[in-house]
């Protein structure tokens, strides 16, 4: 729909006033070849811009939103529909909404391509190097994506949380940026399930958005990714992703192609491949995040991936295993993470394969495990497996290593129907006493089959 930039002859008066009090509050600042712009001026959002082109300032005409702080001297702006401080949700003090046809904004959507609208919005931010884009609470129906060019940087995308509802309708990620420093928060995302086809995202971060931000975004039914994260120097943090796909499709929650990003405090649930998988992706940092009910692969995946820390992470109902490092994945750390529940396979909790080197397993917990808790895989080199504790009574065993200059120590294992404790190895004893839950003693030691126990 059409940019309602309407002028109001009974508030031109007011201008002259604004743009005196702007002279006073900036008295620093020569404001020349000055420009008057409104933006839904029949609107409860009523925005006044004041400016030059490089420099600009935006006044709100109605609900007392134009204060001064009395401490710093400078002027702030506040939406009147939600009470939010714009000066600091907004890098550039320029801001429009989008809301379905009916409400009150700068563009009005249909229920049909609402992609273009949206697009529209984003295109009037341009010639102000960024600003925010609100989307209001209502459905959006997108026909393509909705794309933040590389040539646009800075530009902020606010829901109104999950009742900001934007569904793709074909195969094509829902937002796709490639501007750097992109912030995409509070909105939820969906694709159409099986029929979204493999290009179907809920959040790229496409190639060149590095050092943006995702935050409490909902995505559901997706055909590819939840999220892909092909840059870098990203912060992607409670955002949920959930039934990520069909049976027939193969679907990651969260995807990273890139390096140094931030995974934090994230939930997938039903995930048709991995929870998170890390792809040639480096020195990224996971960790916090919650994945339930992962089919096919496993919850973690590592595929030809260096030095990433993976850690305190919760893993419930994997397929697979719980964490893996494939394909010559060097240098990562496996640090304290909750891994709970084999559902079928006979894959080890924790897998390190032939082609991977130099990794660190430590401080983890695996409970109700079917196979083996660590499997080490042959040609495996320098694995390091220090502190971690399994605990169930039908798994197959603790570490299963069949890797080169293996180090293991203080790693224990509790059979839950016998209290019977494994501590390092059967090479490495640590003698000590040990209490089960009812309080009752048990000495530890070398049994006389060269196993240690407790008894």
Known sequence: MKNKHMKKNKILVTIFGLLLMVGLVVATTTISDTFVKFFGADSPDNA???????????????????????????????????????????????????APVGTPADYNTDASGDQTEIRNAIDALGPFGGGT???REGYYSTSGFIEIKSSEPNVTIIGAGKGTHIEGTGNFPIIETSGKYTVIKDIYVSGV???????????????????SEVSGVWVSAVGQA??????????????TVFLTGSDSVFADCYQIKGDNNLLTNNVCEDAEDSCIEINFGDFNFVEGNYCFNTDVF????????????????????????GVEMFDKSHG???IGNYIDTQVESDEDAIHVCLTCNNNTIMNNFIVNW?????????????????????QGSTHKGFVRDEGVNTVASNNLEINTDFYNLTIGTSANPINTTM???????????????GGFNCV
């Open 48 to 98: 006044l811009q004041v400016g030059n082109g490089s420099t600009t300032l935006s006044i709100w005409s109605e609900n007392d939103t134009v204060k001064i702080n009395a401490t710093n001297q400078k002027i702030e702006f506040y939406s009147p529909v939600s009470g939010i401080n714009l000066t600091t949700v907004n890098r550039t003090g320029y801001v429009l909404v989008v």
């Open 133 to 135: 884009v609100i989307i």
């Open 193 to 211: 399930g099986e029929g979204g086809g493999s290009n179907n995202d809920g959040i790229r971060l496409a190639s060149g958005s590095d050092f």
């Open 226 to 239: 939840g999220f892909q994260i092909t840059s870098s120097f990203n912060k992607v943090h409670d955002n």
């Open 298 to 321: 496993s919850s973690i995946m590592l595929r030809t991936s260096l030095s990433n820390v993976i850690s305190n992470n919760y893993i419930y109902g994997s397929d697979n295993s």
């Open 332 to 334: 990562n750390m496996i």
């Open 370 to 390: 079917n196979s083996y808790g660590i499997g080490i895989d042959g040609s495996a080199n320098n694995t390091v497996v220090i502190g971690n504790v399994m």
């Open 435 to 449: 209490y089960s839950p009812d309080g009752s003693q048990f000495e530890c030691g070398v049994d006389n089959s």
